[in-house]
């Protein structure tokens, strides 16, 4: 997965996006962090074109306590509150790993 942060002049946002992508390497997931200098669009396009299966982006609902979770395959969209961000995550990509064992 890639934790996008949509603004890195922001420094919640990179901070947020730092913590959060530290977070998820520590509960045993495999993260990128997009703290590229470029618009956010770029970073969307460049993800979706690599084939990362989930986008967590840290934009302006972080000032909620929000962030937003994107699944490439169902081209979906949730926000999540940022306490529960790893536990969304784990259980979508266990879910996920259950359909792929079912279907083969």
């Known amino acids: 997965m890639v934790v996008t942060v949509t603004n890195m002049s922001d420094a919640l946002l990179r901070e947020t996006g730092e913590k959060l992508a530290a977070e998820l390497e520590a509960a045993g997931l495999d993260v990128l962090l997009d703290d590229r200098d470029e618009r956010a669009g770029v970073k969307f396009k ?7 299966p989930y986008r967590i982006n840290v934009g302006k609902k972080v000032a909620e306590g929000k962030v937003e979770l994107v699944t490439r395959a169902t081209s979906t969209s949730v926000d999540v509150a940022l306490p529960d961000v790893v536990a969304q995550v784990k259980q979508r990509v266990q879910e996920d790993a259950l359909l792929i064992a079912v279907e083969v």
């Open 46 to 52: 460049d993800a979706d074109l690599v084939g990362i």
